[in-house]
């Protein structure tokens, strides 16, 4: 395989019905396009999902950490920028650049594992083709942006909605899809509030699969000022038992 | 203006987190890239949103129908070419041909209609540019699929569910977004009626607009054998009253 470069780019249009009501893109949008860039450019290196998964291997998203100073509005043309800059046996972390025009809107930073997809267990990421992931990492280029943090929440979170999981919350894994969590998630704020406020910084770490059908119960606390803490618990009618599925953590700020 | 073709061609991929457990393109997807292929098209030619917008009007789009022999599957490249095959003083008819590697795997119908954006009235689409839309109508071109028709429902229809709308329901012109009404009418059956279901035809009537806030309530009737009819009612916690906003119609093949 041909050696490509380190940082791959990708364009994307900000489509009009993928933008709000202020006509700006909606992050879960934006999360999507970050997959589909870290997919085409693992595929193109020949690590991606294309070359894994005859195998029976996959690459998970664990942690995602999206930025931005501005988002892209309706209509604009942006770029994303990706590249692995470490692996180790059983974690890689990739990093993304948006921009608009040349100036950079904003940063995401990603942690993946692998599974075998029989036995959902994590399995090692560098005896995948001798390790030819290491040949790409890439330590160059910035990515200014805070790591994902552990988000710590207290007793003071209250459960503040539940949702019914259905046919189109599923992806081609069979589970929830990643980035529909962040629409749920951004959901449980009203209209009015993005009137004022506009998402600076959002972080989800993903704890556990969910699946058609399962219920979806959101539990927010208020960390600090304009900083919430969410945690997603799945349920179903078999048990009362709740289990954690994802954990985020929504940095505002005031327009 | 350059006059270009009367038939717009868009390319367009299916991308991974689009496509449905099955790894086909969920269906309000595909319908979103058809009203990009709508907004291109129009926008190319002089009498597209980017051109009425600043005048205070827009397309509103009244009816869509689509027709599929197969779906578009993961990471396949598809094209929608789109065209106007007729228009009248207050609503112009738009087809679709949906094809992958040369191959026509459905079609799409739809009416649309110019409303002015402050009085949120009909306006005569003949007065913009001098009817410039005209010179664009294309006969020739094949869109072998039936019309929508009017979807009768009596008094078999049942309410089978509610759903509150939110922030990621609502698009840039303030109203729950067109693609959204077709998620959240596939959700109503579960994923299992999926494995041994195609949707073969889905028919969707705009009736009136819905904002973030309202309740939306899904009435459905079986009107054949894998035929049903919908109906979505609006409400609010100020009245009592239910106000119909959409009407659809979804044909099942079985596998």
Same mark, same amino acid.
């Given at each position: 395989?041909e050696?490509l470069?380190k940082v791959?780019?990708? +364009?994307?249009?900000a %489509?009009?019905?993928?933008?709000?009501?202020?006509h700006?893109l909606?992050?879960?949008?934006l999360?999507?396009?970050m997959l589909n +860039?870290?997919?085409f450019?693992? =595929?193109?290196?020949?690590?991606?999902?294309?070359y894994l =998964? *005859?195998l029976?291997?996959t690459?998970?998203l664990?942690?995602l950490?999206?930025?931005?100073?501005e988002? *892209?509005q309706?209509y604009?043309?942006?770029?994303?920028?990706?590249w692995?800059d470490?692996?180790?046996?059983?974690?890689t972390?990739? =990093?993304f650049r948006?921009s608009?025009?040349?100036t950079?809107c904003?940063?995401g930073?990603?942690?993946?594992?692998m599974i075998?997809?029989?036995?959902r267990q994590?399995?090692? &990421?560098?005896?995948?083709?001798?390790?030819?992931?290491? $040949?790409?990492?890439?330590?160059e280029?910035?990515? *200014?942006i805070d790591?994902s943090?552990?988000?710590k929440?207290?007793e +003071? +979170?209250? $459960? &503040?909605?539940?949702?019914?999981?259905?046919?189109?919350?599923?992806?081609?894994n069979?589970?929830?899809?990643?980035?529909k969590? &962040?629409?749920?998630?951004?959901?449980?704020w *009203?209209?009015d509030?993005?009137?004022?406020?506009?998402?600076k910084r959002?972080?989800i770490?993903?704890?556990a699969?969910s699946?058609?059908g399962d219920?979806?119960?959101?539990?927010?606390e208020?960390i600090?000022?304009? %900083?919430?803490?969410?945690k997603?618990?799945k349920?179903?009618? =078999?048990t009362?038992e709740?289990?954690?599925v994802?954990?985020c953590?929504?940095?505002?700020?005031?327009?």
């Amino acid at each position: 395989m041909e050696m490509l470069s380190k940082v791959g780019s990708y +364009a994307f249009l900000a %489509e009009p019905f993928h933008c709000d009501f202020s006509h700006r893109l909606f992050l879960g949008h934006l999360g999507n396009h970050m997959l589909n +860039a870290a997919d085409f450019h693992s =595929n193109d290196r020949g690590y991606g999902m294309s070359y894994l =998964n *005859p195998l029976h291997r996959t690459w998970v998203l664990s942690r995602l950490a999206i930025e931005m100073n501005e988002m *892209p509005q309706a209509y604009e043309r942006f770029t994303i920028d990706t590249w692995v800059d470490s692996v180790m046996r059983f974690f890689t972390s990739r =990093n993304f650049r948006v921009s608009v025009g040349g100036t950079v809107c904003g940063y995401g930073k990603s942690i993946w594992a692998m599974i075998d997809t029989d036995s959902r267990q994590p399995v090692d &990421i560098l005896a995948v083709r001798d390790g030819l992931i290491k $040949q790409y990492i890439e330590t160059e280029t910035a990515c *200014p942006i805070d790591k994902s943090s552990r988000v710590k929440m207290g007793e +003071a +979170a209250r $459960q &503040i909605g539940s949702i019914a999981t259905n046919y189109s919350d599923v992806d081609i894994n069979g589970h929830v899809n990643s980035v529909k969590y &962040i629409e749920h998630v951004l959901d449980l704020w *009203p209209l009015d509030w993005y009137r004022r406020h506009r998402v600076k910084r959002f972080e989800i770490a993903y704890v556990a699969e969910s699946h058609c059908g399962d219920i979806l119960n959101f539990y927010r606390e208020e960390i600090a000022e304009n %900083e919430y803490g969410i945690k997603i618990t799945k349920s179903n009618g =078999n048990t009362l038992e709740e289990i954690e599925v994802v954990r985020c953590k929504v940095d505002f700020e005031e327009y």
